[in-house]
């Protein structure tokens, strides 16, 4: 299985910046993007945030611009915008235009997470699990992995599962782990490079898909009329998508790897519902 890597999180961190919305005032009238320059430069840390995306992107006429991306963060994160705390953590982490610093990264991470925000929640969480910045703590790395997965964050979603298919700092539950895959692909997560599994092991991926689609518990019976749910649909898709990447050979043995999950996972219920012997 391929380690946790912090790189990974520069797909969502960029991917993940928000959009500019225009209010309703149309662009004859006014430009969004001098609006939201003004209103980042009077002092509103949500604009600044966003003008920063802007810049680091190179979207929206702006011509891309490192250094004024992390002024604009740390103008944000300075005020106490959880979202700017994450991004200015991400700039101290990846070096851009400041001295790399694990600790002053993990510093604002942290500061986001407690303020309930995600990707906080996630940079923190893969700073304890690498050792980066802080010192490595698995138990902490999974609680917050659970807390980011619980906002329905995709890349959290799947590193939770695969702790607890692995039993790294929580306890090992591959009936769980195939759940929170399960939701992680429902979000595109799993389905392409992305993804630690899907880059690295495509196998094992497509194994736990199987498994993520078989305990959907809204999935229709086989003699019932109930529709197939959409969200089961696009677990199918990315099955499709890997079976035809792979070839036969590895999707048997994507197969065999499934039902050895799947007889995990049995084995842990029946143990599970067995009574306990009373002490005497």
Not at 4 to 17: M, N, V
Not at 43 to 59: M, N, T
Not at 163 to 178: P, Q, R, T
């Amino acid at each position: 299985m391929k380690p946790f890597t912090p790189t990974i999180l520069s797909l969502i961190l960029i991917a993940g910046l928000p959009a500019w919305v225009p209010g309703k005032e149309s662009p004859a009238k006014a430009d969004p993007v001098e609006a939201l320059k003004a209103k980042a430069k009077a002092g509103d840390s949500q604009a600044q945030v966003e003008l920063g995306g802007f810049y680091l992107r190179g979207s929206h006429g702006v011509k891309k611009d490192m250094a004024e991306a992390v002024k604009w963060f740390r103008k944000s994160a300075e005020q106490g915008n959880a979202q700017g705390q994450a991004y200015f953590g991400y700039a101290y982490l990846q070096g851009w235009t400041v001295q790399k610093d694990g600790v002053e990264a993990a510093k604002w991470f942290k500061k986001s997470a407690e303020q309930g925000f995600p990707m906080g929640q996630l940079c923190l969480a893969g700073l304890y699990e690498a050792g980066i910045g802080v010192e490595k703590n698995l138990v902490e790395a999974a609680k917050l992995y659970r807390l980011a997965a619980e906002q329905r964050d995709p890349e959290a979603e799947y590193h939770l599962g695969v702790m607890l298919a692995n039993g790294k700092g929580i306890d090992k539950s591959s009936e769980e782990a195939a759940k929170w895959f399960r939701k992680a692909a429902e979000q595109g997560w799993m389905s392409n490079a992305r993804a630690s599994y899907g880059a690295a092991d495509p196998t094992e991926a497509l194994a736990w898909l199987y498994v993520a689609r078989s305990i959907n518990n809204d999935a229709p019976q086989p003699n019932s009329t109930k529709q197939a749910e959409p969200k089961q649909d696009v677990i199918l898709q990315r099955i499709i998508t890997l079976e035809k990447r792979l070839g036969d050979k590895s999707v048997l043995a994507a197969k065999q790897r499934a039902k050895d999950i799947q007889a995990d996972i049995d084995a842990n219920k029946l143990k599970s519902s067995q009574p306990k012997a009373s002490k005497k």
